[in-house]
């Protein structure tokens, strides 16, 4: 079953939100968890992971401004993004392991 991805919206530049993945097994035995985006016209970006270790890596793009966090007892990973910018606009999705993706949710900033 598909991780399901929440919390986009629309936000003004300079804003925040939250997106939350939640997966269908435990992520302490999933060996990286990861978060994508991709544009319109772009090619899909790798965002950010964390492994079943809880280490951490970020795209140069967002390292400063976004934070990848799980809570295991919830089965939930978040991206907490800070200072969103409208390149930051894209369809965020989840991935659980290297196969289960989720459908994605919609991340726009604009003013």
């Known amino acids: 079953v598909q991780p399901v991805e929440s919390g986009g919206g629309l936000v003004q530049p300079g804003g925040f939100l939250r997106l939350s993945c939640v997966a269908s097994r435990s992520i302490s035995i999933i060996q990286i968890m990861s978060w994508y985006r991709q544009a319109p016209g772009k090619q899909r970006e790798l965002v950010a992971t964390i492994t079943s270790g809880g280490r951490t890596t970020y795209a140069d793009s967002v390292k400063v401004r976004f934070t990848i966090s799980r809570d295991i007892a919830k089965n939930t990973v978040y991206l907490q993004m800070n200072s969103l910018q409208p390149e930051d606009t894209a369809v965020y999705s989840c991935?659980?392991?290297?196969?289960?993706w989720g459908r994605g949710t919609q991340v726009t900033v604009s003013s």
């Open positions: 991935r659980a392991g290297l196969f289960s």
